[in-house]
Nanobody, 122 residues
Framework: QVQLVESGGGLVQPGGSLRLSCAAS????????MGWYRQAPGKERELVAA???????NYTDSVKGRFTISRDNAKNTVYLQMNSLKPEDTAVYYC????????????????WGQGTQVTVSF
């Protein structure tokens, strides 16, 4: 069972910054996809940023230029640096990782973190 543990959420004023972290554990061989999603009250969960093992990244338009996703493969950890935060960034943020537990790619995993609240307000 691959488990993800998130940290770093909290309350911040508009224009401020936060850094989220998500660490995976539990018999991982490789991680292909690392992503951050968010869900605001009354809205569907949306992809915020994603990173592939090949080094490519993509962001939803509303966070481009403000958020940066990065990964430490040695630590099975993904980060989300969030700058110039806006009230509309308020949501529960979830990390997601997809990969394999074995060399022959027989056993895959698709795991989610527990979620961390980010609130942007005065």
């Amino acid at each position: 069972q691959v488990q993800l543990v998130e940290s770093g959420g909290g309350l911040v004023q508009p224009g401020g910054s936060l850094r989220l972290s998500c660490a995976a554990s539990g018999g991982i061989f490789s991680i292909n996809h690392m992503g951050w999603y968010r869900q605001a009250p009354g809205k569907e969960r949306e992809l915020v940023a994603a990173s592939t093992s090949g080094g490519s990244t993509n962001y939803t338009d509303s966070v481009k230029g403000r958020f940066t996703i990065s990964r430490d493969n040695a630590k099975n950890t993904v980060y989300l640096q969030m700058n110039s935060l806006k009230p509309e960034d308020t949501a529960v943020y979830y990390c997601n990782m997809k990969g394999y537990k074995d060399y022959f790619r027989i056993f895959s995993f698709d795991s989610w973190g527990q979620g961390t609240q980010v609130t942007v307000s005065f």
